[in-house]
């Protein structure tokens, strides 16, 4: 790409784009990374120059960008059709895709309700819930996020993101992991539902749930008629070193959101799986209106759900899962060398999920950081002072010392100064 071109691409941007989760005053002031084309584990910008995916592109890239079999079952999709609506219809691939998302989800799930992002299949469970037991409080955990639309925010924790819309906001119980099960117990009278992201907490930090815990809020769930919700949006497909985060402590829940690397990170689709008694709550004569009154434009979307089956299948082809578990260990084993840095509060792990917090409360620390890796050729994304690493499931071993030995000497760069 000529000059020209690049500067009129970075002022367009700086013209029109309002990015998410962005300080736009700051962003206007920055050179903008303008990604052009992907290639495997990598990303490439404008100016031509080669970046470490160390974010599977904000944790949906599964198995590296531009990987075939994925491209071709997305061009042999748009030849039979690109998107027919679900409502009063189906289509080919939703059919199918639901099957494979039955045969590999947790034991009990059974019915499977499309949509297109994390939220939205979050919001959908929380409603789903609502409507069947007809109780009106849900139970979430401080430092949960769940999402940025209005329900899902209701359950999230994070002030810094939740704050600002509590007016707007219904009332939630909010539960840690050592008074969560008497929390069910005193409320479960009004609890539709307890909701919450099963082994590790992304975007708090990945903060991790004490072992076993998952069981305990299962026993104490049924013990008291509660429905359960994972949210297993950030932790699914893989993540964790698990397919689901939850199957690492055998629980099933009663409704499974799931969504990020469901297409491989290829395109927008989310899912929210039931049980047959959830689904059951629906069903009756239309006078009753029993109907779950939701749905989306591109519920099931034949494209999304193509790439989703083209997704799944190198998961079971190529053994994903199985040839994770040496990724891990090494990555752990890298890892190990940030314990001792003067720099580090603590270091944070499950599977290919990692959150470095650093020791100290300067603001946008976590970004001084990223932007130091970004010069050494990888991408990463802080929350805050905690810079998290979440490579593509693809990522080698040689790629993952390159990570690791980046992100060690950019902090180790800017907590000199």
């Keep these: 790409m000529v000059p020209k071109e690049i ?8 013209q029109y784009i309002w990015h998410p989760f962005t300080q736009m005053q700051d962003w206007q002031k920055e050179e903008p990374l303008i990604i052009e084309r992907g290639e495997g584990n990598y990303l490439y910008d404008i100016h031509g120059k080669k970046y470490l995916d160390g974010v599977s592109s904000l944790w949906v890239t599964v198995h590296g960008h531009r990987k075939k079999e994925i491209d071709e079952a997305i061009k042999k999709q748009i030849d039979q059709i690109s998107h027919s609506t679900l409502l009063g219809l189906s289509n080919v691939p939703a059919v199918q895709l639901a ?22 299949a979050v919001e959908i469970a929380l409603k789903m819930a609502f409507q069947c037991s007809r109780k009106t409080r849900f139970l979430t955990f401080h430092h949960a996020y769940h999402g940025d639309t209005i329900g899902s925010v209701s359950v999230g924790g994070i002030d810094l993101f939740h704050q600002i819309y509590k007016p707007l906001l219904f009332d939630s119980i909010k539960a840690n992991f050592e008074n969560a099960a008497d929390l069910i117990r005193q409320h479960h009278n009004e609890l539709a539902a307890v909701i919450i992201e099963p082994v590790i907490q992304g975007a708090a930090g990945m903060l991790l749930q004490p072992p076993g815990f998952l069981k305990k809020l299962r026993q104490a769930c049924d013990d008291h008629h509660v429905l359960l ?20 402590e055998g629980v099933s829940p009663d409704l499974m959101c799931v969504a990020k690397g469901i297409t491989g990170g290829y395109l927008p689709l989310a899912a929210t799986l039931t049980t047959l008694p959830v689904f059951e709550a629906f069903c009756g004569e239309y006078h009753e209106f029993k109907t779950f009154f939701h749905g989306h434009t591109y519920t099931g979307n034949p494209l999304a759900c193509a790439a989703a089956l083209a997704n799944l299948k190198i998961f079971e082809e190529e053994q994903t899962i199985e040839k994770l578990q040496p990724k891990i260990t090494h990555l752990t084993q890298g890892l190990a060398r940030f314990q001792d840095m003067d720099y580090i509060k603590e270091v944070r792990q499950s ?47 040689d790629e993952i010392d390159f990570l690791i030995d980046v992100t060690f000497e950019a902090i180790q760069t800017v907590l000199k100064t």
């Design 229 to 248: 919700i994972f949210d297993e949006v950030a932790t699914g497909f893989g993540r964790t070193g698990k397919m689901f985060a939850c199957e690492h």
């Design 351 to 397: 599977g290919l999920m990692v959150g470095i917090e650093l020791k100290s409360e300067k603001i946008r620390l976590g970004h001084q950081v990223i932007l130091q890796a970004r010069k050494q050729g990888v991408i990463l994304r802080p929350l805050g002072n905690v810079i998290v690493l979440m490579p593509p499931l693809s990522i080698t071993h």
């Design 7 to 14: 500067k009129n691409l970075e002022n367009l941007d700086r």
């Design 99 to 120: 099957e494979k998302l039955i045969g590999i989800a947790p034991p009990g799930l059974k019915k499977v309700f499309y949509s297109d992002n994390g939220s939205t």
